[in-house]
């Protein structure tokens, strides 16, 4: 009794002092801390961070985080931070769609940069379609990840030219500057990009006067080109267009060297990758291929001067700049509808005009979310070493 009467005693006496300390003086009022979700804008990354196209996708990442942090340190857009979320797809159409889906129900991002592939990207607008969410492609160029039999897709966007330019400035490039008048097509039946660029080389080459002599296909995921090879020799094209990644072009041109062919090797932008060099060796010198971007561009130095500095390694062309395109109009649209809503994000990348991004002035075209007067390159290979050769603008 007397240790429960002496615990009373104490706990009045503590109840009176701090009334009593209520009373003398007013606690300080503490701001409101808004939670940290509410201080950020989420933007997605889909993107290849492992397998063969890991290279450009780890590239990609660095070159965005880097704008990024630039854009975030001069306060960021409406005052709010921006956070890159960026997932492993693995370069594949139904990882690409498991991304997109995560990015938008878990992560609740504004908007999503990537894919990189075609065949990824249009998986990925069955769900960015439904759910409402845009996303700008950085190197797909097949024109159905925007436009699918004539119905635009409201929620797709890219940021880099699509197939018909790029086959129409190979075959350009093959039929007038290499006087190529019979040529040849090794190309992945598995692959979207390969296919239609294929299908768009052909059709140009043709459309100028010149002959497709050869025309063979592989499935993705093969490596030994010799019987489609052995088929295409004996017709003695001027240039063999391979329209494929750089591992499948640089095995290609290895087996066809072996075979004696003397055909100049000719590529789109999924050579461009270090790989093609170290595949292919000696095989790959004196070829060429188109690309989006090139190290020698003299307009983006500035930035690759402060990746090379930051990252002590060149980033791996052309997704980096497309990928930081990609960023500065999705920033762009925010600002000009200061909104986050993706719809109305949506809607402004869709009046994008004139913005000035990495690769020059960025125009969306409305009736296809593709950008207009977006200039194409041609590389060489010489001395083992990629080198510029020249510039294509659309028109």
Not at 147 to 174: E, M, S, W
Not at 178 to 197: N, P
Not at 277 to 290: C, D, N, P, Q, R
Not at 339 to 344: N, Q, R
């Amino acid at each position: 009794m007397v240790r429960k009467l002496m615990a009373l005693a104490v706990a009045g006496a503590l109840v009176l002092g701090a009334l009593a300390g209520c009373a003398g003086s007013k606690p300080e009022a503490k701001p409101e801390a808004k939670p940290a979700e509410e201080q950020v804008i989420k933007i997605g990354h889909e993107v290849a961070l492992t397998g063969d196209s890991s290279m450009w996708g780890q590239s990609e990442k660095n070159a965005l985080e880097m704008v990024i942090e630039k854009i975030n340190k001069e306060g960021g857009v409406l005052g709010k931070q921006i956070r890159l979320v960026s997932y492993d797809n693995r370069a594949d159409a139904t990882e690409g769609v498991n991304v997109a889906r995560r990015l938008i129900h878990q992560d609740k991002v504004v908007a999503i940069i990537g894919p990189a592939q075609s065949g990824v990207a249009i998986a990925t607008s069955s769900v960015t379609e439904p759910d409402k969410v845009p996303f700008v492609a950085t190197t797909a160029t097949n024109p159905k990840v925007t436009v699918d039999n004539n119905v635009l897709k409201k929620y797709a966007f890219r940021a880099c030219f699509i197939d018909p330019f790029q086959g129409t400035v190979a075959a350009q490039f093959a039929y007038t500057d290499l006087g190529a008048r019979k040529a040849a097509i090794l190309y992945d039946v598995g692959s979207d990009y390969s296919s239609w660029l294929g299908k768009y080389f052909s059709e140009a080459f043709t459309k100028l006067g010149g002959e497709i002599v050869g025309n063979e296909a592989f499935r993705s995921g093969e490596l030994d080109f010799r019987a489609m090879l052995g088929k295409i020799k004996p017709k003695n094209p001027d240039v063999l267009f391979i329209p494929t990644m750089q591992k499948e072009a640089a095995l290609a041109m290895k087996q066809a060297r072996d075979l004696k062919m003397k055909a100049t090797f000719m590529g789109g932008d999924g050579w461009a990758s270090p790989d093609l060099i170290t595949l292919g060796g000696s095989a790959v010198e004196g070829s060429y291929f188109v690309n989006i971007a090139s190290l020698e561009d003299p307009e983006i130095q500035d930035f690759i001067a402060e990746y090379r500095q930051r990252y002590q390694a060149d980033p791996v062309m052309p997704n980096p700049i497309m990928a930081v395109d990609a960023l500065y109009a999705i920033v762009d649209a925010i600002k000009r509808t200061q909104s986050t809503d993706p719809t109305k994000i949506a809607e402004a990348l869709a009046q994008t005009k004139d913005l000035k991004v990495l690769s020059g002035l960025l125009t969306i075209d409305p009736d296809t979310h593709d950008p207009v007067n977006k200039p194409a390159v041609i590389q060489g290979v010489k001395e083992g070493k990629f080198v510029f050769v020249k510039k294509y603008v659309t028109r």
